[in-house]
């Protein structure tokens, strides 16, 4: 993984801790991990269920690893409780069918927990994890600066 403008801060214990806020992006892998998972909720009639119900259906360790992120683009999945997750299934069909936008990035703060979306997208121009990649196919990491005046809209 290669990381872009990290800034750390080293506190008075010797600790080095990261200051900057960290981009996380949605991809279309992301978004077929949704389709997955929305699809297999809707089979059994339940919106709300635990993580270890619906963890076979994750096809990658990465997979796994990032399906918590969803959470932060446009309100489809919630979670409610340490491992309990929840689909608002109206917005998901909205999402997939192309009625309404979510956020193609946010960008979380390591210090105050905070959220800031980026640009509104529809489900035609989310990108495909490549982008995020640099000539080596290695993950680009980008971070940016938390005192800094950004445009997007916070939550």
């Known amino acids: 993984m290669k990381t872009v403008n990290k800034q750390t801060h080293t506190c008075g214990c010797g600790h080095t801790h990261t200051v900057s806020e960290r981009q996380i992006p949605l991809t279309m892998e992301m978004v077929q991990a949704m389709v997955r998972v929305a699809k297999w909720a809707e089979e059994r009639g339940i919106y709300e269920f635990k993580r270890k119900e619906f963890k076979h259906l994750m ?8 399906f918590g992120n969803l959470v932060y683009f446009g309100g489809i999945f919630y979670k409610n409780g340490r491992g309990n997750w929840g689909i608002n299934i109206p917005r998901y069909h909205d999402f997939i069918a192309g009625r309404t936008t979510v956020p193609l990035e946010v960008w979380k703060n390591p210090i ?23 000539e080596e196919q290695e993950y680009i990491t980008l971070y940016r600066d938390p005192y800094a005046t950004h445009t997007a809209s916070s939550t």
């Open 112 to 134: 105050t927990g905070a959220i800031t979306h980026g640009e509104e997208v529809h489900i035609k121009d989310v990108p495909h994890i490549t982008k995020f990649l640099d």
């Open 59 to 66: 096809r990658s360790e990465t997979e796994t690893a990032t």
